[in-house]
T-cell receptor
Framework: SQQGEEDPQALSIQEGENATMNCSYK?????LQWYRQNSGRGLVHLIL?????REKHSGRLRVTLDTSKKSSSLLITASRAADTASYFC?????????FGDGTTLTVKP | KAGVTQTPRYLIKTRGQQVTLSCSPI?????VSWYQQTPGQGLQFLFE???????NKGNFPGRFSGRQFSNSRSEMNVSTLELGDSALYLC?????????????FGEGSRLTVL
């Protein structure tokens, strides 16, 4: 089974609202990464958080990591229609990463 | 800097045929990984190559194989195609050995098996 599981599977919000998606994983990690995928396209790296970090920011993105609960969350603030995509968390060493099932985010204009 | 290039982008095959997909990594990247993405199974790791050697392999049958050339370009091959092999095949490159950073993905090759 997948190392990471995202929650919720799908999320629909209005433009300007915040979107939060969660990821749980099973084994110990060195780092956790979040990727974005527009429909049928390749994945784009968003942010990496190391196991000794608790929170990281990048523009409108905020990622938290709780290694005691083996979970991470991705917050997108002030969402835009262009944020509509699927979001995946990934663990493991870069070449051999294990991806969760993803959260499909729809941002309505 | 050019990104990861995958060819072909789309292809249609019939059951029993074989297919070869190609991936050119970002210049300077020595690691190439392949993933299969389907609606039912999500993103599944196929294999990783580094300096022409397979470094990791996922849980796929022997019909799935790959290789990496001295210029880091990689190919994957699927023989005796089955309907269930219909998927988006994604290639990703990274700096490689000892690097635990981001993967750079190509746009994928969408394979349809009829």
């Amino acid at each position: 089974s997948q190392q990471g599981e995202e929650d919720p599977q799908a999320l629909s919000i209005q433009e300007g609202e915040n979107a939060t998606m969660n990821c749980s994983y099973k084994t110990s990690i060195n780092n956790l990464q979040w990727y974005r995928q527009n429909s049928g396209r390749g994945l784009v790296h968003l942010i990496l958080i190391r196991s000794n970090e608790r929170e990281k920011h990048s523009g409108r993105l905020r990622v938290t990591l709780d290694t005691s609960k083996k979970s991470s969350s991705l917050l997108i603030t002030a969402s835009r229609a262009a944020d509509t995509a699927s979001y995946f968390c990934a663990t493991g060493n870069a070449g051999k990463s294990t991806f969760g099932d993803g959260t499909t985010l729809t941002v309505k204009p | 800097k050019a990104g990861v290039t995958q060819t072909p982008r789309y292809l249609i095959k019939t059951r029993g045929q074989q297919v070869t997909l190609s991936c050119s990594p970002i210049s300077g990247h020595r690691s190439v990984s392949w993933y299969q993405q389907t609606p039912g199974q999500g993103l599944q790791f196929l294999f990783e190559y580094f300096s022409e050697t397979q470094r990791n392999k996922g849980n796929f049958p022997g019909r799935f194989s790959g290789r990496q050339f001295s210029n880091s370009r990689s190919e994957m091959n699927v023989s005796t195609l089955e309907l269930g092999d219909s998927a988006l095949y994604l290639c990703a490159s990274s700096l490689g050995q000892g690097h635990t950073g981001e993967l750079f993905f190509g746009e994928g090759s969408r394979l349809t098996v009829l």
